[in-house]
C-alpha cells in the first residue's frame, strides 16, 4: 500500500524517479532493439534468457511503443503521480498512437 500526495496547482516541486517504472520501460526498450538487430528471434528467446515467464516479457514488452515524451517524464520523475509500473502494465489498455498516449496518461 502506497499513500501519494497529488497536487493540481503549482506542481513545480521535484518528483522522484520511480525505479520500478523506469527498469520496466528500459527492459522492454533493451528487448525491442535486441529482436529488432536479429541477436534474438522471439519473446520466448528473452523469457528463457532472463529465466522469467514469457506472459511477462510479452506484457513488459508492449512498453517498447511507450511515446517519447513519456518517457521522457518518467527518466525525469515528472510522471503523473499515480502512474507507476504496475498501473502502465496492469491497468491502462494504452493506444499505439503516441499523442492519444499522452492524453489517456494525462501528460502535456
Same mark, same amino acid.
Given at each position: 500500500?502506497?499513500?501519494? *500526495?497529488?497536487?493540481?496547482e503549482? #506542481?513545480? !516541486?521535484? @518528483?522522484?524517479?520511480?525505479? =520500478?517504472?523506469?527498469?520496466?520501460? &528500459? ?24 529465466? *522469467?515467464?514469457?506472459?511477462?516479457? #510479452?506484457? !513488459?514488452? @508492449?512498453?517498447?511503443?511507450? =511515446?517519447?515524451?513519456i518517457?521522457e &517524464? ?33 501528460i502535456?
Amino acid at each position: 500500500m502506497e499513500t501519494r *500526495i497529488i497536487m493540481t496547482e503549482g #506542481e513545480d !516541486l521535484p @518528483r522522484k524517479v520511480d525505479p =520500478a517504472l523506469l527498469k520496466a520501460v &528500459a527492459r522492454a526498450k533493451a528487448w525491442f532493439e535486441e529482436l529488432a538487430s536479429g541477436r534474438l528471434r522471439s519473446l520466448t528467446d528473452i523469457a528463457r534468457r532472463e529465466k *522469467i515467464a514469457p506472459r511477462y516479457v #510479452e506484457r !513488459l514488452s @508492449r512498453l517498447s511503443f511507450v =511515446a517519447p515524451r513519456i518517457v521522457e &517524464a518518467i527518466c525525469q520523475g515528472r510522471q503523473p503521480a499515480d502512474l507507476n509500473a504496475e498501473t502502465l502494465l496492469n491497468r491502462i489498455d494504452l493506444p499505439l498512437e503516441w499523442s492519444a498516449q499522452l492524453n489517456a496518461l494525462g501528460i502535456d
